[in-house]
């Protein structure tokens, strides 16, 4: 069974720049055919989707951090990446990764999320 890591997370000021990384375990085939997800839940509020890459590297990303934030994917490495630049207060939240399977919806493979990581943006 493949899982994943987040990691990667940190405090950061406004306008400042951050990589975060999901590492999977188990098969690097398994990984590689798989569309994953990343996610955020800022406190108090839903988990919500902020970008998914598909098993070719087709994205799409929500509308609040298009043209701030690149998700990419090493299929070697089993890790997909979420880069993150021109950061603000409102990216506030811990991030995490899933496997999805389509992502136009963003609806996650597996109801069960890792430890997630923490961004925190300064104003």
């Known amino acids: 069974q493949v899982q994943l890591v987040e990691s990667g997370g940190g405090l950061v000021q406004s306008g400042g720049s951050l990589r975060l990384s999901c590492a999977a375990s188990?098969?690097?085939?398994?990984?590689?055919?798989?569309?994953v997800g990343w996610y955020r839940q800022a406190p108090g509020k839903q988990r919500e989707p902020v970008a998914g890459i598909t098993s070719l590297s087709s994205t799409k990303y929500v509308d609040s951090v298009k043209g701030r934030f690149t998700i990419s994917r090493d299929n070697a490495k089993k890790t997909v990446y979420l880069q993150m630049h021109s950061l603000e207060p409102e990216d506030t939240a811990v991030y995490y990764c899933?496997?999805?399977?389509?992502?136009?919806?963003?609806?996650?493979?597996?109801?069960?999320w890792g430890q997630g990581t923490q961004v925190t943006v300064s104003s």
């Open positions: 188990g098969s690097t085939f398994t990984f590689s055919i798989k569309s």
């Open positions: 899933n496997f999805v399977g389509d992502i136009g919806t963003m609806i996650p493979l597996v109801n069960a």
